[in-house]
């Protein structure tokens, strides 16, 4: 086990402050991410928080739209999608059809 990149900081920090909270209230269980960040068992912090990587899914980002809106922490794929475009606007040239990390994870006891 190592320590997780994830780290859930977006270029406008009131979002960021968002998601971070979405992460601890347990409304957001995944996130989709083009990088790696890290191995299944690694740990982050979330505002002082331990969390673990529990599995890593590689699917497009279209799949992942459409069947991780609710981990997410979103109420639809169409929502998730806004999103996620949104807060990665530079990529909007990519497809639906790349490819995807999905990153589950779960708070540590403390």
């Known amino acids: 086990m190592g320590k997780s990149k994830l780290s859930f900081s977006i ?7 968002k998601l ?3 992460v601890l209230s347990g409304k957001k269980k995944s ?3 083009i990088h790696w960040y890290g191995d ?14 529990t599995s890593i899914k590689r699917m497009t980002l279209k799949k992942a739209f459409l069947t991780q809106y609710k981990r997410e922490g979103f109420k639809s794929p169409e929502e998730f999608k806004q999103v996620w475009m949104k807060f990665h606007q530079y990529r909007r040239h990519w497809g639906m059809n790349k490819k995807a990390l999905v990153y589950s ?5 403390k």
Request: without cysteine.
């Open 11 to 17: 270029g406008n920090p009131k979002e960021g402050l």
């Open 20 to 22: 971070k909270k979405a």
């Open 31 to 33: 996130t989709t991410q």
């Open 40 to 53: 299944k068992g690694d740990t982050f912090d979330v505002l002082g928080v331990r969390f673990k990587i």
């Open 105 to 109: 994870f779960a708070r540590l006891k």
